[in-house]
């Protein structure tokens, strides 16, 4: 896995387990502007969204508070190791730029979905 690749893994398991602003570095989008800690709160609410509804291919639109706008779409559901997994596509768009990002999350025993490696 690249190191790139790990950080976004790293930063969005904080960021679906713990909102602290210092963890959702990863929304870096190539223009090199971050996400805030209020648009993350966006985008974990979408992902939240999907997560509880569990339909494979529905997708959230959503805004972030400086404009930023987004999609995120349950690409697939899957296990691991026994436990329930989904795939997550998200598409952040900033001034004619778009930046996609996939991740998987898994559910642990305690409940919370967190960034499967």
């Known amino acids: 896995m690249s190191f790139r690749l790990c950080a976004i893994a790293a930063a969005l398991t904080a ?3 713990m909102p602290a602003q210092a963890q959702l570095l990863f929304m870096i ?13 966006t985008v974990r ?3 939240g969204r999907l997560l509880a509804q569990q339909k494979v291919g529905t997708a959230d639109g959503w805004t972030a ?22 795939e997550i596509k998200l598409l952040v768009s900033r001034a004619g730029r778009q930046t996609p990002y996939t991740f998987n999350v898994c559910k642990n025993t305690d409940g919370q979905w967190l960034i499967a490696p």
Do not use: H, I, Q, W
């Open 15 to 17: 960021t679906l387990a």
């Open 29 to 41: 989008t190539r223009s090199g502007a971050k996400l805030t800690a209020e648009d993350m709160a």
């Open 45 to 47: 609410t979408s992902v």
């Open 65 to 86: 508070s400086n404009g930023v706008t987004g999609e995120t779409t349950l690409a697939r559901l899957f296990e691991s190791d026994g436990y329930p997994c989904a």
